[in-house]
């Protein structure tokens, strides 16, 4: 425990230090694309080779959207990456992975809407790796088929893994529909049993487009939508958002605290990285949520391994080792949830953002180790997002 000033300060630290940080998902990109879309289009089209891209000429083509632009991906096979690569479905296991992580962040790269050059073959890839670390993913957004590529994958690899899908909210009502379509045709396609919840929009109270009550209603109708579907289904429904905004209104609005929780934010040297998450997280968000018999999961918990630093904070390889080694098997032993943020290093955010925000990778963007990074190894114990 902190005392009461500290935790002041922690709240206003970590408050000051997101003022500035600008992450969006590859849904929330939409909003400003008009702007920058032909930066993305240059990126999306250096990171993929000639005529594996989306055949539109603007790059701005929504009706490529889920398509998988000229590569397609047939769920019976054969399957493809983005750059023409046949995927096979078998798994090498590899002796440097070992499945210490209670869930893990994924957002397939090129997963960008409206160009969505992702393929059902880059999320085999991709899971391929990430199956050998965790057996629960966390979706960012619904479009480009991240959601129904994950379930394919996980369906065809025949994985033991779960997902928590994220409706998208950024205050564009055409953005949230789609997505809660989307959202809605995956449980018709793929079933409820490796659903482990649902978030309605990640850090939307935060960037402030959307109201509580509002975002709060949005939660209510997913929930109540699903059990009619599913009478009997206990699919957990809340949101995600910076930790130092759950109060007790986020609480009862949700079903399990979602909270982001970031040293580097924080801006405290990496070697108190791990102790300042624990103390954070209790202090804001199990704590509470468990006062009001609800559980709490950290959505989001990471290192950036390039890119500013944030006054203590220095994002590097080294620092990434050292957080890794201090907090995810400490996390383990005290049956602490969290996803890890993130997968894969984002060439778009980079470009889009700052380097900073498109480094946050376990791995490198291509899917190789990061140099040096040796992954922690022990068990997972914790039970599912709603047990306590
Ligand atoms: C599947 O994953 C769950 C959650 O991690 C775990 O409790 C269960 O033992 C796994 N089942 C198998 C057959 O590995
Ligand atoms: C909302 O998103 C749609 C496309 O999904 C776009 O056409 C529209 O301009 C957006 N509206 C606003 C107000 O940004
Ligand atoms: C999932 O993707 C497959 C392959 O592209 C497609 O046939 C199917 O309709 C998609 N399902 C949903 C719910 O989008
Ligand atoms: C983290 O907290 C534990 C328990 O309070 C303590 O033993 C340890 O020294 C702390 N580590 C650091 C690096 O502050
Ligand atoms: C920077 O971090 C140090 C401790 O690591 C703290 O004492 C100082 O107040 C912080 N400065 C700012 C501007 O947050």
């Known amino acids: 425990m902190v005392d009461p000033d500290a935790s002041e300060w922690l709240k206003k630290q970590q408050r000051a230090s997101r003022k500035t940080r600008l992450i969006v998902s590859t849904a929330g990109i939409l909003v400003i694309a008009a702007v920058l879309a032909g930066v993305i289009y240059t990126l999306i089209h250096k990171g993929t080779t000639g005529g594996a891209v989306g055949s539109s000429d603007n790059g701005n083509d929504g009706n490529n ?10 769920p019976d096979g054969p399957y493809y990456t983005n750059d023409g690569k046949p995927v ?70 025949k994985l033991n893994m779960t997902v928590v899908p994220t409706i998208w909210v950024d205050g564009n009502e055409t953005t949230y529909t789609r997505q809660y379509n989307d959202f809605f045709n995956n449980l018709d396609q793929h079933g409820i049993s490796r659903i482990e919840g649902v978030s309605v929009g990640n850090e939307a109270l935060f960037r ?10 949005r939660i209510a109708d997913v929930k109540s939508k699903i059990q009619a579907k599913y009478p009997n289904s206990k699919i957990p429904v809340f949101t995600s958002d910076i930790g130092s905004n759950v109060d007790q209104a986020f609480i009862a609005g949700t079903d399990v605290v979602f909270a982001n929780v970031h040293p580097y934010f924080g801006g405290v040297p990496v070697s108190t990285g791990a102790n300042w998450t624990f103390e954070f997280f209790h202090n804001f968000d199990s704590g509470p949520a468990a006062a009001a018999g609800k559980p709490a999961v950290i959505s989001e ?6 890119g500013a630093s944030d006054n203590a904070s220095i994002a ?67 039970g599912g997002i709603t047990s306590m």
């Open 65 to 74: 959207a889920g398509k998988g632009a000229n590569i397609p991906s047939n």
């Open 88 to 157: 096979s479905l078998s798994i090498t296991p590899d002796p440097r992975l070992h499945k210490s992580f209670y869930g893990v962040n994924y957002g397939p790269i090129l997963a960008l809407y409206p160009w969505c050059t992702n393929t059902l073959g880059d999320t085999i890839e991709d899971l391929k790796i990430l199956s050998q670390l965790t057996n629960r993913l966390r979706l960012y957004g619904m479009d480009c088929n991240m959601a129904n590529y994950t379930l394919l994958a996980i369906e065809l690899l």
């Open 208 to 217: 402030k487009q959307v109201t509580p009550s509002d975002l709060y209603s």
């Open 301 to 306: 918990i990471g290192w950036p391994t390039n």
């Open 316 to 382: 590097s390889v080294d620092n990434l080792q050292t957080f890794l080694d201090t907090y995810v098997c400490v996390a383990n032993q005290k049956q602490i949830k969290y996803y890890y943020f993130e997968s894969f290093d984002t060439p778009w955010k980079a470009a889009y953002f700052t380097t900073l925000e498109g480094s946050w990778g376990l791995f490198n963007s291509d899917r190789s180790f990061k140099p040096n990074i040796q992954l922690p190894n022990c068990q997972v114990t914790a």
